[in-house]
Nanobody
């Protein structure tokens, strides 16, 4: 599975962005998909995940602001980000896991999101 993120950019605080992650390969619908982020000087952290059945889970700081979704017909997972804050500035990575709840097996190269105050 190869993953490629897109949709990052510069946005003012309070604005919105939608990230996309296009997956190539077989059996996309069988993977749990996740979004992670890494801010400058910080460790990578979990943002959101969606399992093969479409059930989402979020880190507390993005609940109510971010929405993860998937389109199995087009092998794509999305992260809609609203009410962005400067603290959301990071490189965002898409990842795929063959087994939900286990380590992620595949990662994209990342897309940069910068939120200005």
């Amino acid at each position: 599975v190869q993953l490629v993120e897109s949709g990052g950019g510069l946005v003012q605080a309070g604005g919105s962005l939608r990230l996309s992650c296009a997956a190539s390969g077989r059996n996309f619908r069988s993977y749990a998909m996740g979004w992670f982020r890494q801010a400058p000087g910080k460790e990578r952290e979990f943002v959101a995940t969606i399992n093969r059945n479409g059930s989402p889970y979020y880190r507390d700081s993005v609940k109510g602001r971010f929405t993860i979704s998937r389109d199995n017909a087009n092998n794509t997972v999305y992260l809609q980000m609203n009410s962005l804050e400067p603290e959301d500035t990071a490189v965002y990575y898409c990842a795929a896991a063959q087994i939900a709840g286990s380590a992620y097996d595949y990662w994209g190269p990342g897309t940069l999101v910068t939120v200005s105050s």
